[in-house]
Structure formats: C-alpha cells, structure tokens
T-cell receptor, first 113, second 114 residues
Framework: EAGVTQFPSHSVIEKGQTVTLRCDPISGHDNLYWYRRVMGKEIKFLLHFVKESKQDESGMPNNRFLAERTGGTYSTLKVQPAELEDSGVYFC???????????FGPGTRLTVT | DAKTTQPNSMESNEEEPVHLPCNHSTISGTDYIHWYRQLPSQGPEYVIHGLTSNVNNRMASLAIAEDRKSSTLILHRATLRDAAVYYCILRDVWSGGGADGLTFGKGTHLIIQP
C-alpha cells in the first residue's frame, strides 16, 4: 500500500511568488491534515479536511494560505504571495478514522528567498 | 489538548532498553496518550497510544501511571535506527469538531550510541 506522498520534495521561490504544494493521502483515508515546521520551531497544525470539507483551519497563519481538496482525494496548499517567514517544511498526513493513527508524508521543504 | 513535558534529550546504548518519560499532570479523563517519532529528514511516524492500561506493539511498549499524570515509552532493545525525536501527545477523544490536529511539543531527542 502506497503511503502519503507529497510533491515537490523541495521548492525554492522568491518572495512574492506563488507556490502550490500537493499531498496525496493514503487511498480511502477521509481525513487529511496539513502541518508545518518553520526553522527552530515546533511542528504546527494548519488545517484538517474530512473528505472535501474543511473541518478546522484554526492553524492557518493568514489569508495568503489557501488549501483545497476537490473531490476528497488529493489536496493542495497554495501560498500566495510567499513571504520569507513561510520558509519551512510542510507535512501532510492522513488517517482513516478521526482519532486514529495519522500517517505522515515526507514533507515539502519550502525556501522563500 | 493538555500540555506534556518531556526531557530535551536522552542518550542510550545500542541494544539496551530505553525509557522515555512524559509528564502530563493536567490530563483529562478523555485524553488518549499518543507517541510519535520523527527520524531525520522524514515525516513524523506513529509509535503507540493508550488510555489507561499499558500497551504493547511491535515497535514499543507504553506504560501509563495509575493516576495517568505520567507515562513512559519503552523501547525494549534500541537500535541505531531508533535515533529520532520522540513526541508525547495528548488527544481528546471528545474534541469532536474542535482542533483535531496533533499538538507537537519539542519532544525528546534520543541519541543511540553504538
């Protein structure tokens, strides 16, 4: 069974540009989560989808971040326009049950210069 | 989610048991105790979880104090591949529509000496 995959693995963009990160959860997992770790900080929860619906986006830092999960399969996280402080590693996770084990992807390392 | 406290780092020798402590004195009756770990350059990985009774799986054991204010993750025979940051996380089973994401702290950096 394929695990959670994320694309790209690395992205380097300039301040003000737009970047879109993609996450493919484990097939059949209705729950999809986005997290990020910025330099020197702890991993922080961003938002949670159940199928295509956003359940909780309390962790989204500001309106420059837009997450979508059309059709309840893969998800994208768009940052527009990117700022220097957005640099970090963005993780996606999925789970079958709401309170079950979360399976994490390898992360996308975003560098904004 | 209630807060947990873990040592910043621990060191152990290969092939010896490792006991990673976690304090959660403000745990509520509906909080499950979860452990995740993050190996270098990888995403976090689930290890084990429990509510009141001790739990065992192929990766580790979880010992939960009777008053549930602390717990210990036990790696029975550490290998170099177990070198990682270990996170103790509380998850409220009744959180419902609230924040369902995991709340990561700083975790314990486990160093394994060959």
């Amino acid at each position: 069974e394929a695990g959670v995959t994320q694309f790209p693995s690395h992205s380097v963009i300039e301040k003000g540009q737009t970047v879109t990160l993609r996450c493919d959860p484990i097939s059949g997992h209705d729950n999809l989560y986005w997290y990020r770790r910025v330099m020197g900080k702890e991993i922080k929860f961003l938002l949670h989808f159940v199928k295509e619906s956003k359940q909780d986006e309390s962790g989204m830092p500001n309106n420059r971040f837009l997450a979508e999960r059309t059709g309840g399969t893969y998800s994208t996280l768009k940052v527009q326009p990117a700022e220097l402080e957005d640099s970090g590693v963005y993780f996606c996770a999925s789970s079958q049950d709401l309170l079950g084990e979360q399976y994490f992807g390898p992360g996308t390392r975003l560098t904004v210069t | 989610d209630a807060k947990t406290t873990q040592p910043n780092s621990m060191e152990s020798n290969e092939e010896e048991p490792v006991h990673l402590p976690c304090n959660h004195s403000t745990i509520s009756g509906t909080d499950y105790i979860h452990w995740y770990r993050q190996l270098p350059s990888q995403g976090p990985e689930y290890v084990i979880h429990g509510l009141t009774s001790n739990v065992n799986n192929r990766m580790a054991s979880l010992a939960i104090a009777e008053d549930r204010k602390s717990s210990t993750l036990i790696l029975h025979r550490a290998t170099l591949r177990d070198a990682a940051v270990y996170y103790c996380i509380l998850r409220d089973v009744w959180s419902g529509g609230g924040a369902d994401g995991l709340t990561f702290g700083k975790g314990t950096h486990l160093i394994i000496q060959p």
